[in-house]
């Protein structure tokens, strides 16, 4: 029965943080949308890290609208398909200017 009453203010504490995380996480996103200085370090972040996964989502979703052509042509989807899976990563990859999350 004491150990029941040890765990308590553990599992309160826990809430606590996981009712903070998702009543400030809109405005966190909302105070670094208005922020547009594109910094050396979000450049650098943009360039390792994102573009590479840009381009292998774009390869990914290549392939699977390929493979998922014949269905997608059967039902009349081909349009937003081809959008979703290679235009939109092709646009996040390659017509926006580097450090610039949209």
């Not at 150990?3 to 943080?17: D, G, H, Q, S, T």
């Not at 594109?38 to 996964?53: E, K």
């Amino acid at each position: 029965m004491m150990n029941r009453w040890k765990k308590r203010p553990i599992a309160f504490i826990l809430l606590c943080i996981f009712l903070l995380t998702v009543t400030l996480s809109p405005a966190l996103a909302q105070d670094s949308e208005t922020d547009s200085d594109i910094t050396a370090a979000s450049m650098i972040g943009d360039l390792l890290v994102l573009r590479p996964l840009g381009l292998v989502a774009t390869v990914l979703g290549t392939a699977f609208f390929l493979v998922t052509l014949p269905i997608t042509a059967g039902v009349g989807n081909t349009e937003v398909a081809g959008e979703k899976l290679v235009k939109d990563p092709g646009k996040f990859t390659f017509n926006r200017p580097l450090g610039k999350l949209p």
